[in-house]
């Protein structure tokens, strides 16, 4: 199995100009091709092994928006005078890792709160195709635009979502594009969600991410592992344009000892702050539950005030459903919201020894975070386990203890991964040096003592 990515052909050189800008000389052609520092970086992610979404992906992570045309245009005309070329690259043995197949509840939550795009050409003209007959039979797209721009540089269409859900999502939370016209209806990236497929020039690995609001259930419901063929299958069914690649210079070894050590724990949180920062801690008499709460606090007003800055995130919090109920939960204790439920710390079983549907959730959520180098999209290891356990703060704060809880545990835990899903979310937390290991040396001292 193979996709198609792009590389700078053999001899081409980029030079840097002293009057600033590159040239670009090309094998046996007297051409020399002047490109300002815009056109270059993507230049620089051309490796052979990104397609122009994973470029465009990781532009995101760096919070530089280019246009998907934009970048196409560049990358179709520095292959058509032979800087660049096409090339099929096949795809790394795919990490098997044992866990349940994913099965969808439909609650809506992957509908909602985000753009979903940019869309392929094909789609687009085989849904504008339809947007007559779906009309007559679901009177809610009448008048309504399928597909918008979500800003005037980028020309890139994207599914109408401006109420703060798609369009296409019905009141009973199923879509209709899927209802009408089976999976193959729905745009690429939306027939992937919620699974998450990433490259680090070791191996494939493939899995369902951590904001899957539902996911967890296969997990408290200890449903089977899935077989080795059925991930195949997945794998092979998702479009190749999509995936993150982490070049192998970016895998820190220590990630996946980490990964063993969460693996074979029975509390795999303790485990990973103990090995996280275990040998940073320095004796303290500080009052822990309250240090903890004024520290994960100060965060949290850090990451509202990125929140509420974005429009869809504005939309989505007057949406119904699990998703934007548990966002509401979330800002409001960000926001210290007087009615907000707060509930006491302790999550240990009273019987040592019989692990709790939480530390089965937390274990599992923590093992798919590492598995899929989700720890990546984070400036680095202490960054995005400070950011994990913050979410697991959040949970506990928001979720009552007992059964019940449970359920409300796994999607906060989600909404949590959602809300960060925008870099500068993520860059908004533990921006201070030093905030991320306090906070996480914190939380193993009350992990330890509750
Ligand atoms: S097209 Fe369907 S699956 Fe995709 S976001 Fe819209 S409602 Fe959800």
Redesign the pocket.
Known sequence: MSRVCYRVCQGVRIEPKAEGGHRIVVPGSDRVIQLDSSAVAPLLMVDGWRSTDEILFRFGLSGVSIPQPTLENIIRSLASVGVLEEVETEWLDLEIFPWPEHLCEGC?A??QGHW?GPLQPEFIARTLSRMEGLRKKHPQLVGKKPFVRVSPEDSALY?N?QSGQ????DDRMG????SEFGAEG??T??QK?PHVRVEDGHSTRLGVGVQCLKHFKQVLGRQPVASERCWRVQNEKLDGRLYQYFPPRELVGSQDDLLQTVLEAEDGVFAMLHQVVGSKLRPSRADVPRRLESQAMDQLARLEADLREDPMVRSVSTCTGVYPERLRALRALARKDPFTQRVPLPVKSAEPGRTTGRVLVLNDALARFLFLRQTLLYSDLEHAMACFVLGLWVALRLCPPGEEGDEQFGEVLATWHRALQGPSARQALFAEQGDAVRFLGTFLRFWRGR
């Not at 798609?166 to 999502?169: G, P, S």
């Not at 879509?175 to 899927?178: S, T, V």
């Open positions: 809506g992957s509908c979903v599914l979502s798609c369009l296409f999502l879509c209709i594009l899927h729905k745009p990236i939306c969600f």
